[in-house]
């Protein structure tokens, strides 16, 4: 019966001496079912080689030590949760599970954590961006712009539930009083507290006449203080088109967005005063001024005082013949003190005009003036060159006009003809150059006749016809 059938349909046909054959396909599922059910919860420490992220975003790499090596994945939704970039010779943790790859027929560690032996994923991350930034020159001095001499509008990013904005506030009001203060909310930690801070850069950016920015926060963890580590952040911080105060955490703490901006302020309290610092220095100077020239003045007048006094007292020693009436000498000291006061008062409207005119100093002034005349001028050139292309297009279209006026065709449109020789190499332009019976060919406006002369006529009244 067995001969006849063949073997039942559960029982495989036996291997080699009785054992039973196994497909690949066969073999490594049961291999991968083995170990991954055994190797399901790992933490494998070594050494990263051969590192690579694909454009799926997926990483690939290798795990090894002196001895032996194993290949791991961090799949794009875990390896997106990473805070650092894994790289080649960086020794680390690995916590995952082990799968079989049974299309090339090998194991793998398919990572769910990723941390570094011996510095946190935050401290990693950090060193990372700044080796890299710093690389770009983004935390070079040259780039570094200098805070406006007298700022009258001042910006700040930060959140309002912190102690951060009132600390600048409190500091603007007693130092720089009459600076107007732009406040731009943000969330300043937690997820997407980075993309939120951009955006309000960003957006305080476009507030017209702005001289200064202030970002920052107060103090926290090495994690509350991680959205000023984004690389993004910095990248805008560095194309901000104002100078930018960075201002996060204590003396103590050190972001990237510290190295990036234009000054790094140890508190925001201090980033509040540094604002102000260039303020309370100008008037500091304008009233060194002041007391000078009202040192110089009252010099001036009693170095005329002294004069005039001793001009007195040669006047009193003058021999009797020289006598000076009194009343001659109180005209001549009144026209002393005279001229002096008025010198004195000359020389105050002086110092008067020249304080004004240096309140009225304004580089961002000038600029938008200049900015100004810049439009109108654009505007005007713009005006003209639209009237010339109008009269050129007048023009264009004038001489078109003649120029359909004066072709051929024009006059063919009109019901005329030109009338050639068979040959079409001649036209015609009297009966006598056919004959009856020739051929000749007509051009219409639209179009060609083949047409055979029957008779001719000459183009004189009164004669008569010539037939062939």
């Not at 001496?17 to 170990?35: D, F, P, Q, Y």
């Not at 770009?136 to 001499?149: C, I, N, Q, S, V």
């Not at 009343?327 to 004195?344: F, G, I, K, S, T």
């Not at 600029?367 to 439009?375: E, Q």
Request: glycine share 8%.
């Amino acid at each position: 019966m067995t001969d006849r059938y063949g073997l039942p349909f559960d029982d495989p046909a036996p291997g080699p001496r009785g054992r039973r054959t196994l497909t690949v396909s066969e073999l490594t599922a049961r291999l991968k079912s083995a170990v991954e059910g055994t190797f399901y919860a790992l933490a494998v420490e070594g050494e990263i080689s051969n590192c690579k992220q694909w454009s799926s975003g997926h990483v690939y790499f290798t795990l090894k030590d002196d001895t032996a090596q194993l290949r791991a994945v961090m799949f794009r939704t875990t390896a997106r949760q990473l805070r650092f970039r894994p790289e080649d010779g960086m020794r680390v943790v690995a916590c995952g599970r082990l799968s079989v790859y049974e299309v090339k027929g090998e194991y793998q560690l398919v990572c769910d954590t990723l941390e570094p032996i011996g510095l946190g994923a935050l401290q990693a991350a950090f060193e990372q961006l700044k080796r890299r930034l710093q690389a770009e020159g983004l935390f070079d001095r040259a780039r570094k712009r200098a805070l406006p001499l007298l700022p009258r509008r001042i910006g700040v990013v930060t959140s309002l539930d912190g102690a951060a904005v009132r600390d600048i506030l409190r500091v603007l009001a007693i130092r720089h009083p009459s600076a107007r203060v732009v406040i731009r909310p943000a969330r300043v930690q937690g997820d997407g507290a980075a993309s939120d801070l951009i955006r309000a850069l960003r957006a305080i950016t476009r507030v017209p006449q702005l001289d200064v920015i202030i970002i920052g926060r107060g103090g926290g963890s090495a994690e509350d203080l991680f959205a000023f580590n984004d690389e993004a952040l910095a990248r805008a911080i560095a194309a901000c088109p104002v100078p930018v105060i960075s201002a996060v955490g204590h003396e103590v703490d050190v972001t990237i967005a510290d190295f990036v901006a234009d000054v790094r302020a140890a508190t925001p309290s201090n980033a509040a005063e540094l604002v102000v610092d260039r303020a309370d220095h100008v008037r500091a100077r304008v009233d060194r001024a002041r007391h000078g020239l009202t040192r110089a003045l009252a010099a001036s007048a009693a170095r005329r005082r002294q004069v005039l006094e001793r001009g007195e007292l040669r006047l009193q020693r003058w021999p009797a013949g020289v006598v000076l009436r009194d009343r001659d000498v109180a005209q001549v000291r009144m026209r002393l003190q005279r001229a002096a006061l008025a010198r004195l008062a000359r020389a105050s409207q002086r110092f008067d005009h020249l304080r004004r005119r240096l309140d009225r100093r304004d580089v961002r002034r000038i600029v938008a003036d200049i900015r100004t005349r810049l439009v109108h001028a654009d505007g005007r050139l713009r005006a003209r060159i639209a009237a010339r292309r109008q009269a050129d297009a007048a023009r264009v279209g004038e001489l078109t006009a003649r120029l359909d006026a004066l072709s051929p065709l024009a006059v063919l449109g009109r019901g005329y003809a030109v009338c050639w020789d068979a040959s079409r190499t001649r036209i015609l332009r009297s009966a006598d150059a056919v004959r009856p019976g020739e051929g000749v060919r007509v051009t219409l406006a639209a179009g060609e006749l083949d047409c055979r002369v029957e008779q001719t006529r000459d183009g004189h009244p009164g004669r008569s016809d010539r037939n062939s």
